[in-house]
């Protein structure tokens, strides 16, 4: 069967390089250094969660029409997402390896061998103990395979047919994602008297990096996919959207120490995400600037700089080559740009490559 491909959403690659980033520095950096973005910068958790929204926006914009059609090769789908996602993936374990004797000394033998076992086939996000072991952002490729497995059955459903319709259907799926964190806000069952970014207990952290928490933002993203066709591109309405979307997520992080973070962490946020797409799948004044050139290069390397980051940060600072060569007066800004470089290289020579290569061997 001959598929056209949808347009390009540029603007959408572009706003990746600054998710992707915001993660960056979210780790490896002090918030006050970006004065009025500080906001942004600590509450950088919530770029994940906007980056499994876009996931599952971007998945049903290329697939759901087949997939309502019933000309979806399930198989086919799993195995071109699979391509896509662990060569890379692979990549970071293999650098993360240095990792491992920490992780040995922080678990116990049972979660120890059962990181181990899970994190190489993608399960480890289904244990909140483990959930980052080894190399801490790939949580969320747990969720993702999750996701992926579920897409096929989800693209296929149908859609509203009127404005009422797709109010009650997405304001549905925002309860849903403000539950986990509402009843964790209620319920205290770590007993934290006031959760934040540095707190541990493990029912926050099954909240935060188990999938199941993530899984009505992923169903957001696809259903607004549907949601979008029906708009024109455009349409001024988007730009109106998109801009209140922004504005509203730079409001809400402004007032971050006011909100539950419980809340804030994935759910509350779902409607400005939504916004934010929205806008920036149209063409207006919004979409041509995160549709720029460099951003959208930077963009397209967005997955290989959050998934190799943490491990790669960790790798180069334990080193010791930035001092032995007179360059750690230049730190962190060097390592960040050493980390683009590195996350775009490995686009070209490893993602692509891997991804054509596995698509051939497998039929995907």
């Known amino acids: 069967m001959e598929v ?15 998710a992707a980033l915001n993660i960056v520095f979210f780790h490896f ?3 006050l ?35 309502r059609a ?24 293999i650098l993360g390896a240095g990792m491992l004797a920490a992780e040995y000394r922080a678990h116990s033998h049972p979660l120890f061998w059962s990181g181990i076992v899970l994190t190489p086939i993608l399960l480890q996000g289904w244990i909140p103990q483990i ?11 747990s969720a993702e395979t999750f996701f992926y497995l579920i897409f096929p059955w ?7 047919a009127t404005v009422r319709g797709w109010i009650t259907l997405l304001g549905g799926l925002w309860l849903a994602g403000i539950v986990p964190g509402a009843l964790y806000v209620l ?28 899984l009505p933002g992923f169903v957001f993203g696809v259903f607004l996919a549907s949601l979008d066709a029906r708009i024109p591109r455009e349409s001024r309405l988007r730009f109106g959207v998109g801009l209140g979307g922004f504005l509203g997520l730079y409001f809400a ?3 971050e120490p006011f909100l539950p973070y419980a809340m804030l962490h994935d759910g509350l946020l779902m409607p400005l995400f939504g916004a934010m797409i929205l806008g920036l799948a149209g063409r207006n004044p919004l979409s041509r600037f995160f549709g720029l050139a460099p951003l959208v290069f930077i963009g397209e390397a967005s997955y290989c700089l959050y998934l190799l980051h943490f491990n790669l940060w960790n790798l180069l600072h334990a080193s010791g080559v930035l001092p032995a060569l007179g360059l750690a007066r230049f730190d962190p800004w060097i390592s960040y740009a050493l980390l683009i470089g590195f996350a775009l290289l490995t686009l070209h020579l490893v993602e692509k490559p891997a991804q054509r290569w596995l698509r051939n061997r497998i039929g995907a």
């Open 4 to 18: 056209t491909k949808p347009a390009r959403l540029d603007a959408l690659t572009g706003l990746r390089c600054f």
């Open 70 to 93: 019933g000309k979806l090769d399930r198989v086919r789908f799993w195995k071109a997402r699979w391509t896509r996602l662990y060569p890379v993936y692979l990549l970071s374990l």
């Open 131 to 141: 959930a980052t072991f080894w190399n801490t952002p790939a949580w969320t490729m």
């Open 33 to 67: 250094w970006f004065g009025p973005f500080a906001p942004i910068v600590n509450a950088g958790y919530v770029s994940v969660s906007f980056f499994i929204m876009l996931s599952g926006f971007v998945l049903a914009y290329n697939y759901a029409e087949r997939a």
């Open 187 to 214: 319920l205290s069952p770590d007993h934290i008297h006031k959760p934040n970014r540095f707190s541990y207990g493990i029912w926050l952290q099954a909240l935060k990096f188990t999938p199941l928490p993530h």
């Open 154 to 160: 989800l693209a296929s459903r149908k859609y509203p």
């Open 29 to 31: 950096s002090n918030p």
């Open 253 to 255: 992080l402004m007032h």
